[in-house]
């Protein structure tokens, strides 16, 4: 018998990884960043000046391509590792952000990190964030989450935090679009789209602190034990 896994899916920005991760910690459970697995993926096609379109290319190096995840200290939530060099900040740039959907959107990517993410999960007791989580990697996960907001709050809080780190030339506007974007690309692809599974409870913080989210997840998990 397994440990437990929770299911956390939902459209970007809709503060996934900061949930997931504290969530983790506070059940003493693994924390699995599945986005940063199709982040190390888009990585090595930029750096190889690869084509995104081509699919049979992009397939060729993803077969051949060995992905680990590594453990790391805030403020990078996740470590991640392509063919044993540490790309756990690369992965986060606008390039590779731009770049990931249409990566992730591809059979022989989703076949390879799905194989992988069910490896890292297969004893349980992990808390996996994601698009298809619950729908696809984990379908039988003990709890499952569907975490969203409006694109205006998620925009509003990606603006935030770009200037948190100190970059004060990023747009509203131009954030918005590019979540809309990769909301849509996500969740019109054909293999794996994001959605909520039948049986996952929806959360829409536009109204809910970080801490108040925290606090319903573990309520929802401690009455399913
Ligand atoms: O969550 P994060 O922003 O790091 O995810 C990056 C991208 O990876 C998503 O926009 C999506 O295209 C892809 N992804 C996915 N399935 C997952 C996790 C991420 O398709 N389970």
Known sequence: HRL???AIDGPAGAGKSTVTRQVADRLGLTYLDTGAMYRALAWLILDRHIDPQDE????????GAEIELIPRLAPQLTGVKVNGQDVSDAIRTPAVTQLVSTIAAQGAVRAKL???????GDQGGIVAEGRDIGTQVFPNAELKIFLTASVQERARRR????QAQGNQA????QLEAD??????LDSTRAIAPLQKAVDAVEIVTDNLTIAEVIEIIIDLYKKIQ
Do not use: M
């Open 159 to 162: 603006l935030k935090d770009f």
């Open 179 to 184: 979540i809309a974007q990769r909301d849509h």
């Open 114 to 120: 799905l194989k992988l993410q069910r490896k890292y």
């Open 4 to 6: 437990p896994i929770i």
């Open 56 to 63: 049979p290319t992009v397939a060729e190096l993803t077969s």
């Open 170 to 173: 990023v747009d509203l506007a």
